[in-house]
Structure formats: structure tokens, C-alpha cells
């Protein structure tokens, strides 16, 4: 309680208070009461004993002190596990998104419209109201069919988000405004051929005897010899791709192209009575050049093989293909293509000459 007081009274501030290099290893204290009476001017005075009390509490407050790199250390320790922690949060948020929006689309890819078809109550309708369903019937299945078509897509439409397609995800599907490429369905739509990647009649491509999907076109020959095209980005596992051409001709003789990106070994076999006038081969890598042997029962002269150096693709241009490029290269150098059958790999194609109508697709 005295020492308060006096630390109170004698409060003075301190301008010589000493670092942790000036601290004493040891604090003593002097006892006055046994020092004869006339060395008692030596001692100190009240004021100067509280001064001296305060500069032994700096120093012990300095000397216990925990060195400055040492907190340092801490810091950067501390900072060093918020990182890490920041990090494994932030890529467990995106791994969630990427998971969440997949589960989304793969939810999504279900039949878009399904027409509920009802007999009417009465079981008779009047020759204009029959008229009138049954035109109402095909507009739905037009629709129905166009729609089945559409790339559905949330937000982005990730399935063309290359910048050529200039696609957008409106009311649950995509929509590409890139030049070339078909609105709806962002498949190429250019030069008259609207490609689209449902089974036709006059052609067919499979692996191993098995039918896979493929991408066509077809619409009516302006002039000249018909155009069939035939298009792959390689090989794949497969020695050689086959093109069967059955039929007989109904006009002059064809013409074949054959594009590819990669080099191919392309085997083409006719019936009797199809007349091939000329065979186009047409190839992107400059890895050596495609091959083509004709079999079959092929009693015309020898067609005239030709080779190119172009741009390719198969009918879906997700993977980088430039099938626009190629059928606008085609209308330009050869003509206006006839059919146009395409898939990624495939060993087997077939073409059917007398299924194919001179109407427009």
C-alpha cells in the first residue's frame, strides 16, 4: 500500500528507460538502517528510489521480452495455413459447381415434348375440324422434331462455346448466330446443306457392322453430275473405311469426295450400272496422302482421282472441324453438293442411289 502511494506521488516519467541490451542481469537493494548516520546523505531519496523502482520494472518488462524474429515466424506461419486453407476451400467450391452443373445437364437430356393424342369424345369430327388436327399434328411433330434436335444448356451453352458458333443458352437451349451454322440446332447450314444427325434411308454408316449415328444433308442437284460427299476426321482402329454404292444411276455419272483431316485408306465398291465420273479426295494433315481402290463389279471407264490440300469436317464441328469451310469449298470448286454423309470413325458407309429423291431435303 505504501509503495502505491509513492508510485503515485512520485509518478515521473521516464527518459533514460533502457533497452534489452542496457538491462542489468541483477536488481540489488540497499538497507539504510544499518549504515552509520553521517553516510545517510548517500542514500537515496524518496523520489529517486521510486525513479529507480520504475527503470528495474522496464527493465525485467525489456529482459522477459520474446525476441521480435521469433513473433515474425508466427506471422508467417499463421499466413502460410490461412493460404492453404483459402485455397482447399476455394477449389472444393468450383469442384462442387462443375459437379452440381453436370448432374444438371445430364438431368436435362430428356424427351423436350410429348404430345398427349386423344380420341375425341364423340368419336366423329366433321371433314374441316379432321383436316384441321391433322394439320395441327404435323405442325407439333415439325416442331416435336426440330426441338428434339436442340442442344439443351444452362446459363452457358458449354457444348458450343467455341467463338465461331456465337452461341447463347436462351429459354434451355442453345442458339448459335455464327455464320454458317444453323440457329436451332448449331449444326452447319450453308450452301443449301442442312446438316442434321437423324437416321435417313439412303445412308448409313456403321463399326463393325453395327449402325452408329452420323451427320447428312441432301438436297436437289442444280446441274450437272450428282455430288456425294463423304466425310471422316481418320482411321480410328480401323485398316480402311468402305463405301458401298448401290443402285444405278439416274442421271450422268457421279461424283465421290472424300474428306478426311488425317490420311485414309478409302475402299469404294459399286453395283453394276453406277458410273463414277470423277473422285475427289479431299485431306487437312500434310502427313502423307490418302489412297482409293475401286471394287466391286465396275464395268465403266476409270474415274479421274484427284487430291487437295483442305479444310475438313465430318458435320458436328465441337471438336474444331470446319465442316462450313469444307462444303463452301465444294459449291465453289466442284458444285452444289447432292448428299452428304459424315461421322468421326466409322469403317463402313452406304450409300442407296435409288432411295435418294431429286426433291430437297
Known amino acids: ?49 521510486t525513479r529507480e523502482y520504475q527503470r528495474s520494472r522496464v527493465c525485467l518488462g525489456n529482459c522477459c521480452r520474446r525476441p521480435k524474429d521469433t513473433d515474425d515466424k508466427e506471422k508467417r506461419k499463421k499466413k502460410l495455413w490461412l493460404m492453404c486453407v483459402l485455397v482447399v476451400v476455394i477449389t472444393s467450391l468450383i ?97 443449301g446443306c442442312v446438316m442434321q444427325s437423324e437416321e435417313v434411308l439412303y445412308a448409313d454408316a456403321s463399326i463393325n457392322g453395327k449402325s452408329v449415328s452420323n451427320y447428312n444433308c441432301k438436297q436437289r442437284s442444280s446441274e450437272g453430275n450428282a455430288i456425294h460427299v463423304f466425310s471422316v476426321f481418320g482411321l480410328g482402329d480401323f485398316s480402311a473405311t468402305t463405301i458401298d454404292l448401290k443402285g444405278t444411276n439416274t442421271d450422268d455419272d457421279i461424283t465421290i469426295i472424300l474428306a478426311s483431316y488425317q490420311k485414309m485408306n478409302w475402299i469404294v465398291r459399286v453395283d453394276e450400272g453406277v458410273r463414277i465420273g470423277k473422285i475427289i479426295m479431299m485431306q487437312t494433315l500434310n502427313l502423307g496422302n490418302s489412297d482409293v481402290v475401286i471394287d466391286g463389279l465396275y464395268t465403266g471407264k476409270s474415274p479421274i482421282v484427284s487430291f487437295y490440300r483442305r ?29 452428304f454423309t459424315g461421322s468421326k470413325y466409322v469403317d463402313h458407309f452406304s450409300l442407296n442411289l435409288d432411295k435418294i429423291s431429286t426433291e430437297t431435303a
Not at 9 to 29: M, N, V
Open 1 to 49: 500500500m505504501e509503495e502505491e502511494q509513492l508510485n503515485q506521488e512520485y509518478k515521473i516519467p521516464l527518459k533514460d528507460s533502457p533497452g534489452p541490451q542496457t538491462c542489468p542481469q541483477f536488481i540489488y537493494s540497499v538497507d539504510d538502517g544499518t549504515l552509520p548516520s553521517n553516510m545517510r546523505t548517500v542514500f537515496l531519496t524518496k523520489v529517486q528510489l
Open 95 to 191: 469442384t462442387a459447381f462443375v459437379v452440381w452443373e453436370l448432374l444438371n445437364k445430364a438431368s436435362e437430356n430428356q424427351p423436350i415434348y410429348q404430345w398427349d393424342m386423344k380420341e375425341d369424345e364423340d368419336g366423329v369430327l366433321d371433314h374441316e375440324e379432321h383436316e384441321s388436327r391433322v394439320l395441327i399434328s404435323k405442325t407439333k411433330a415439325i416442331v416435336d422434331k426440330r426441338a428434339f434436335q436442340r442442344t439443351p444448356c444452362r446459363k452457358i451453352c458449354w457444348d458450343f462455346s467455341a467463338f465461331k458458333f456465337r452461341s447463347t443458352c436462351m429459354n434451355g437451349f442453345c442458339r448459335c448466330e455464327g455464320h454458317g451454322y444453323n440457329s436451332d440446332t448449331c449444326l452447319p447450314d450453308v450452301d
Open 311 to 339: 479444310q475438313s469436317g465430318y458435320g458436328d464441328d465441337r471438336d474444331g472441324g470446319h465442316t462450313v469451310q469444307l462444303i463452301q469449298t465444294i459449291t465453289k470448286e466442284v458444285g452444289r453438293i447432292t448428299t
